[in-house]
């Protein structure tokens, strides 16, 4: 049911939702083995006049707290609340792994490799199956915010498949300072969405288990602007006031790992964002009873847009995250 139909009631999860009106309501599909209820919450808000539904998800990995606190000030500060058509927050997708501070759901699956789900699968896909069958139908355009995985700390940037260029002009107007052009992942939100027609911003920023206020300011301020291109809301005095300047983003079409020639304890040198020329330092790895400090160099040039945070590294780990310049 897409914007056009907005000026009729529709029903979300039975709950009926006229012109102007908002609600929370609860996806209730499973039960932990104590018999305890599960809710996620929903919350939907529609204006008065017809336009365009907008789907806003965190928390589908339930330790990538930073896109669950974009999602939950969106809706604090009723940014949230259209002035045309509709907008439906889910903060927090994976209730499970986030009670749980873990990515996965408690079957051990990653919610975010088994969509569109199926209605007798695992307890993952059961809920993967809901999503995509009684929410996303409503949407025609969704942003989705993730973080890097552990350690590894995501510069703020915007994720497209290459060839969508409606997504890629939404990743413009979001306005980070990356966009990186990837493959759909099998099985996953976005690929899933692609597949139904749905346009799809995917957010990455941060790293799980943290909270960066800048990170946070990338989020909030990109689905504003957005919102106010699909012409939902002007927010230009908040924006205004958020002091957010964007310049145009860089594209990119080929990232590679620098990866750790040694074991020890990995020093970073460099700052996410930064641009580096092949052979400059970006860090150092020694071992910890000081009989070697070695420098870890770019082997090309690039911006870098993920340093992996944490300490101790072994041989061929994965430690910083660098954009290939064409040449």
């Not at 006229?18 to 039960?31: E, F, P």
């Not at 750790?260 to 964002?273: I, P, R, V």
């Not at 780990?317 to 954009?323: G, L, N, Y």
């Amino acid at each position: 049911m897409l914007s056009g139909m907005l000026n009729k009631e529709i029903e979300i999860l039975g709950r009926a939702i006229s012109n102007g009106k908002g609600m929370q309501i609860n996806l209730d599909i499973a039960k932990l083995h104590t018999r305890t209820k599960i809710e996620v919450p929903i919350i939907v808000e529609r204006a008065k006049v017809d336009g365009p539904t907008l789907l806003i998800t965190g928390g589908i990995h339930g330790n990538e707290v930073n896109g669950i606190e974009i999602v939950r000030q969106l809706v604090a500060k009723g940014y949230n609340k259209p002035e045309r058509g509709m907008v439906i927050c889910i903060p927090v997708v994976n209730i499970f792994g986030f009670l749980n501070k873990s990515r996965e759901f408690p079957d051990g699956r990653d919610l975010n490799r088994v969509f569109p789900g199926s209605l007798r699968g695992s307890l993952a896909s059961r809920f993967a199956y809901h999503i995509i069958k009684e929410i996303t139908p409503l949407a025609e355009y969704c942003i989705d915010y993730h973080t890097g995985g552990d350690s590894r700390f995501n510069v703020p940037q915007i994720r497209v498949s290459e060839g969508d260029t409606e997504s890629m002009k939404l990743a413009e107007v979001f306005g980070c300072p990356f966009i990186l052009q990837s493959k759909n992942k099998e099985k996953s939100f976005r690929q899933t969405l692609r597949k139904l027609g749905k346009k799809v911003v995917l957010f990455e920023g941060g790293k799980t288990l943290f909270l960066d206020d800048d990170v946070t300011k990338a989020g909030v301020s990109g689905a504003l602007r957005v919102m106010q291109h699909l012409g939902m809301r002007d927010f230009t005095n908040e924006l205004d006031g958020m002091d957010t300047h964007t310049t145009r983003p860089n594209l990119i079409q080929h990232s590679s790992w620098i990866r750790a020639k040694y074991s020890g304890m990995f020093h970073s040198h460099t700052q996410l964002g930064a641009h580096i020329t092949k052979g400059d330092v970006l860090g150092s790895i020694s071992d910890p009873f000081g009989d070697f400090e070695k420098p870890v160099k770019a082997t090309y040039s690039g911006y870098v847009i993920c340093i992996n945070q944490y300490p101790i590294v072994n041989q061929g780990d994965a430690i910083v995250h660098m954009s290939k310049d064409i040449v």
